[in-house]
T-cell receptor, first 112, second 114 residues
Framework: KQEVTQIPAALSVPEGENLVLNCSFT??????LQWFRQDPGKGLTSLLL?????REQTSGRLNASLDKSSGRSTLYIAASQPGDSATYLC???????????FGTGTRLQVTL | EAQVTQNPRYLITVTGKKLTVTCSQN?????MSWYRQDPGLGLRQIYY???????DKGDVPEGYKVSRKEKRNFPLILESPSPNQTSLYFC?????????????FGPGTRLTVL
């Protein structure tokens, strides 16, 4: 059974810092790994999707990496801004049910 | 605009009163799914549908029903809601089930069962 863990559960950084969010998964037989952003009271916004055959994906200030052999993914946020404050979720896509197994998220606060 | 919509967004109800949460997507996606999100437990899959008239149980299907009569709609039915079904519910869709497809989520429905 796939299990996804995100560390840390919460993180506070000053504006302008570069930061890394961590995601680990137990079953390396994934189709892909997807990173989401969730704002309070809002839905999930897909940030990046890394296919199992890829090592990384980039979108603007965001860069996600994937190491299937070690069961790890990281989300790198460059030059953080207060608008980046949100909860970040990673989800491993496995199985014929196309199920996404989610971590419990990292709550990020970027302070002025 | 391509999107997944859910209605209602907020609902407070009482134990035992049947309710339906609707989900609709306008992207002609074959695959649709329902998740619930609870503090400390993350999001867990309730039911999914690979295509019209094809539905199957996820990890936490007890107390829920679904139907997929049309490609665009995938309603979640609670025949006799109970307080332990108080949660935040998300509908998701993707072009088709299987590897490689990005999933898109609706805005969520916050349900409280008293």
């Amino acid at each position: 059974k796939q299990e996804v863990t995100q560390i840390p559960a919460a993180l506070s950084v000053p504006e302008g810092e570069n930061l890394v969010l961590n995601c680990s998964f137990t079953d390396s037989a994934i189709y892909n790994l997807q990173w989401f952003r969730q704002d309070p009271g809002k839905g999930l916004t897909s940030l990046l999707l890394i296919q199992s055959s890829q090592r990384e994906q980039t979108s603007g200030r965001l860069n996600a990496s994937l190491d299937k052999s070690s069961g790890r993914s990281t989300l790198y946020i460059a030059a953080s801004q207060p608008g980046d404050s949100a909860t970040y979720l990673c989800a491993a896509h496995t199985g014929t049910a196309s199920k996404l197994t989610f971590g419990t998220g990292t709550r990020l606060q970027v302070t002025l | 605009e391509a999107q997944v919509t859910q209605n209602p967004r907020y609902l407070i109800t009482v134990t035992g009163k049947k309710l339906t949460v609707t989900c609709s997507q306008n992207m002609n996606h074959e695959y649709m799914s329902w998740y619930r999100q609870d503090p400390g437990l993350g999001l867990r899959q309730i039911y999914y549908s690979m295509n019209v008239e094809v539905t199957d149980k996820g990890d936490v299907p007890e107390g829920y029903k679904v139907s997929r009569k049309e490609k665009r709609n995938f309603p979640l039915i609670l025949e006799s809601p109970s307080p332990n079904q108080t949660s935040l519910y998300f509908c998701a869709s993707s072009p088709r089930g299987g590897r490689g497809n990005e999933q898109f989520f609706g805005p969520g429905t916050r349900l409280t069962v008293l």
